[in-house]
């Protein structure tokens, strides 16, 4: 602690961060780093592979139910209407019948907006191997050699355009690139994760999605972090999981780290946690409003309250989503078709424009934006349109009802079916088990909420808790406490995180529909965001970073050889708890 009291911060990092690799997997999005660093990487989720046969780009994992019933619909313009009264714009109804001139889309030329944002230039993946000198390593859960990316070495330099079958495509594509892949290629595009589970279903299988993530994740540590294969047994690994993760995937994902990537050691840590230390506390309530799930869980003195967390199947994918139907309903979108299910690209483009357009406050908000077709046999196109109604769709946090979030078909889970909570209860209470209850759960396991209905093996979810709003749902967490001081404290000490955080206008707008929120009988009149210290696109990959260099005992370390015989027994001593020791640590550290 001496030591502690006198370091310097970024002599500790350097210290004990270099061998330090933070991986923290999001639905859309990874963020992986060097304890060291400032700021992770962070790379969109996804890998495409290329098919056998020459057919269009497909999207495997995206076997949705986007069906917006009659009710959905009439749900949702109710929904608008609310949020239009609220924000004082004109409800759907009255913009057609008192205005003589209805919105729609025209020319923009002489329109006068305030806009320093730079649209970035438009550019397809190029997906054939072009260069002699020129390959990516790129190894397979299964074990194979590097995949050598370039041209057959017979070619002549003086040959014609390759035909068709002369074609040499990349084998695999990452990222942000796998994104950008022509519409007409012959690719599968797969996410390994969605709304906060490992993306397992009839269409995509266990095995597949393991696969995909050790090639992605390896693909990174080659290209981004240059540490090679050789190497990786001086390193360890802090993976830092969402709330939402169950036993069995956070197991398959320690396989990945310690058997597949072959680090040295690994340790757990939940992302509620990892956030509180990522800005210096040691109380709030975590809200952590990602791409595709949004979590609530309250923290008490570097202590995660398991019973306190909330999960909500909504996130900012559905903001985007929702920001294309508004545009759509006032005719200012352009005439060219725009499908984020099947096209990647057209979702890249409407989550930018949500980030640097969509906020919330009073009046209409409108923006003049460039937005992009990409159309079949078509080469990419841009348009200049004014986008209107830009406060509504981030409301939608508070009216679920707005978002429609896409139904995900339910994948055979019964092997979640585990005994072993890898988050150990970190209160250590023996809860009663109840006959109604399979063997090995009971109330209060901190397991994650599912996030698909008659999830045969967690009957005691609470009925249709995903359907409240953000508000709510803050509210019954810090409530769910039972204490009145604690409860003062948390709901002065609401801290938000994730992408959809930096939305301008959220904060005032959470304090305001959370103080509305507390029943009257409830002697609380105060509520309060903090200001985060820390980006809260990666607070919880800085959180990780800390927990790991700080934690030089390393008593809750996993070892590569101890996993690979042995696994996690109960009783060993090896799963990861909550420290008060090391948050006081934490704390001595960040505040020198």
Request: negative net charge; contains cysteine; glycine residues 6%.
């Amino acid at each position: 602690m001496d030591y502690l009291k006198t370091v310097v911060p970024s002599q500790l990092l350097a210290e004990r961060g270099s061998n330090l690799v933070v991986i923290n997997p999001g639905s859309a999005n990874i963020r992986v780093g060097l304890a060291k660093q400032d700021s992770p990487f962070i790379i969109p989720h996804c890998i495409a592979r290329r098919t056998s046969q020459f057919s269009k780009l497909t999207v495997q994992d995206q076997f949705l139910n986007s069906q917006v019933t009659t009710t959905q619909h009439m749900e949702r313009e109710k929904a608008y209407d609310v949020i239009a009264s609220l924000l004082k714009i004109p409800r759907l109804d009255d913009e057609f019948s008192n205005s003589s001139v209805p919105r729609k889309m025209g020319r923009v030329d002489g329109f006068n907006y305030q806009n320093t944002r730079k649209d970035v230039p438009f550019t397809w993946t190029d997906i054939q191997v072009n260069d002699l000198n020129s390959t990516v390593a790129a190894e397979s859960s299964m074990g194979k050699s590097v995949i050598n990316e370039s041209m057959a070495q017979g070619e002549s330099a003086e040959s014609k355009e390759p035909t068709m079958t002369e074609r040499k495509f990349r084998e695999v594509i990452f990222g942000e690139e796998a994104l950008r892949i022509p519409l007409n290629e012959p690719y599968c595009l797969r996410r390994p994760i969605r709304r906060g589970h490992l993306n397992i279903s009839q269409h995509y299988p266990m095995q597949q999605v393991i696969e995909d993530l050790h090639a992605l994740w390896d693909w990174i540590l080659l290209e981004k972090l240059h540490i090679p294969h050789q190497e990786r047994g001086f390193y360890s690994a802090i993976l830092v999981v969402p709330e939402t993760f169950d036993n069995r995937e956070i197991k398959e994902i320690l396989s990945i780290l310690l058997r597949d990537l072959r680090f040295s050691s690994a340790v757990v840590h939940q992302e509620g946690l990892a956030a509180v230390f990522g800005n210096g506390l040691s109380t709030a309530c975590v809200v952590n409003m990602g791409a595709q799930v949004t979590s609530v869980i309250c923290i008490e003195d570097g202590v995660a309250l398991p019973n306190t967390e909330k999960t909500l199947p909504f996130g900012g994918e559905d903001i985007s989503r929702c920001l294309l139907w508004t545009q759509r309903h006032h005719q200012t979108w352009p005439q060219f078709r725009t499908d984020i299910l099947t096209k990647p690209i057209d979702l890249l483009m409407l989550n930018r424009l949500k980030e640097s357009y969509c906020e919330i406050k009073e009046g209409e908000v409108d923006a003049v934006a460039v937005v992009h077709s990409n159309e079949d046999a078509m080469p990419a196109g841009s348009h200049k349109t004014r986008l209107t109604a830009l406060n509504v769709p981030p409301m939608g946090l508070f009216y679920p009802t707005l978002l429609i979030p896409d139904l995900y078909p339910r994948p055979p889970r019964s092997w979640f079916h585990d005994y072993e909570d890898m988050l150990e209860d970190t209160w250590h209470i023996e809860f009663p088990r109840r006959s109604d209850m399979p063997d090995g759960l009971y109330p209060g396991m901190n397991v994650g909420l599912p996030m698909w209905d008659n999830y045969p093996i967690f009957s005691m979810k609470p009925k249709k808790e995903e359907k409240v709003g953000l508000a709510e749902a803050i509210t019954s967490s810090i409530l769910s406490t039972g204490r009145i001081d604690l409860q003062r404290k948390l709901f002065t000490g609401i801290q938000l995180i994730g992408g959809v955080a930096l939305t301008g206008g959220l904060i005032p707008a959470v304090e305001e529909r959370v103080l509305h929120a507390i029943p009257p009988n409830e002697a609380i009149d105060t509520v309060e965001v903090l200001q985060p210290r820390t980006n809260p696109t990666f607070a919880c990959w800085k959180g990780g970073a800390i927990l790991g260099v700080l934690d030089f005992v390393r008593d809750a370390w996993v070892h590569q050889e101890d996993w690979i015989r042995n696994g996690i027994h109960i009783g060993s001593g090896r799963k990861y708890k909550d420290s008060h020791f090391l948050q006081a640590q934490a704390m001595c550290w960040i505040n020198s």
